[in-house]
């Protein structure tokens, strides 16, 4: 490979050269190779980020796994389940489960003097999430005390240490006053326009529960990669089991809870594999055409390789490292290129979205290595595989004629 590689970097240096009429072609399959792997890389980070983030809003909310009264009908007004501490810690020892904790839902609505708006009341003992979200004030630290999103308060006109009444309707409607003690924003619509958050008490209260009643169980895994693994060793760990009241357990995902969002997610996917094929396409058709001048600008040159004596894979060889040196320099550029506009969004958010279509305010940026990796590995096995249909033509070049080409 030493003779190719020779030859190789001769032509690459000579195609620097001004008056080299192969410099503009060549310019242009390197500038399609660069944008064709900076879409890609910025796509794949996009689309990463997007779900990444998103599932994140998602789990902060609702966890990986919730096990539910196998009564459930899919409502906020949950029908109620008792589980034991031995329970608790059997699930928390399960494989990759990070936490476990119990929650308490009742739908409600609270009202100002000017306004009101329909709520779901969450009591929960898992704090973790709104407390990093939190932007005014504190979490609540009596039965008297919820914290409302910003949202929430925007479009109600309220602020930290506000009163608000809220009703609840069950059998008789029942009234309870509040004071807001805190401010979360998560920047996910669907749910900051729906939860308030407070204390367990307040709804086993309001529904004549005991303190040993919750509306189920919140399970969250150390890893999105390990959800399936787990939801099976939780699924068998409380299938055909029952509660001292003889209820069944009910064990729902985050994709069954949130089918919308997840299938939005999905079609993410499709949308990526689009993009890079597109972007394959154009810069395969661009390393093509890009060869192809550069082997009929050097085509003297092969006549002379042939008649001292080159094979015929011997003189492809020398076009297809040439090929491959355009390929390097492109696919470097083009990473150097779409990780800098990456890394300028992931620490400056300045493209910003409309967090009611798309639940974030601005495009998520993740960088996943082993994607991106996969990629620039792809992208390289595929350009170097489309190098060798161009310099198929070199076996059709008859050294007798081209050494009295001028």
Known sequence: ???????????????????????????????????GVMVMIITVCVVVGFKQTVTDKVVGFAAHLRIVNFENNNTFELSPIIVSDSMMQSLAQIPHIASVNTFVTKPGIIKTDEDF?????????????????????????????????????????LNVGDPILSYFVGESVKVRKFVICGIYRTGFTDFDERFILGDMNVVRRLNGWSDKQISGIELRVDNLRNLYEASDNVFFATANRFDEEGNGYYMETLEQLN???????????????????????????????????????????????????????????????????????????????????CAIQYWGHFL???????????????FPLGWLLLLNIGTIVISALILLAPSAIITKISPSQVMRFE
């Open 117 to 157: 708006q329909g709520i779901v009341f969450k009591g929960t003992t898992y704090w973790d999430y709104f407390s990093d979200n939190l932007i005014e004030g504190r979490l609540p630290e009596n039965e008297n005390e919820v914290v409302l999103s910003r949202r929430l308060c925007d479009l109600m006109s």
């Open 352 to 366: 910003p979205l409309d967090a009611t279509t798309y639940y974030v305010n601005y495009v998520p940026i993740a």
């Open 259 to 341: 089918p919308q969002i997840f299938s939005w997610l999905d079609l993410l996917d499709m949308n990526v594999i689009i993009i890079i094929l597109l972007m394959l396409a154009v810069s395969g058709f661009n390393i093509i055409s890009g060869l192809i001048i550069l082997i009929l600008d050097s085509i003297q040159l092969v006549g002379v390789l042939k008649a001292l004596g080159a094979s015929n894979k011997q003189v492809r060889g020398v076009f297809v490292v040439q090929g491959l040196m355009l390929i390097g320099k492109g696919v470097l550029w083009g990473n150097i290129l779409g990780l800098t506009i």
């Open 1 to 35: 490979m030493r003779f190719e590689r020779f030859i190789a970097e001769r032509l690459y240096f000579m195609q620097q050269d001004e008056g080299k009429s192969s410099r503009p072609a060549v310019r242009v399959a390197l500038a399609g190779l660069i944008i």
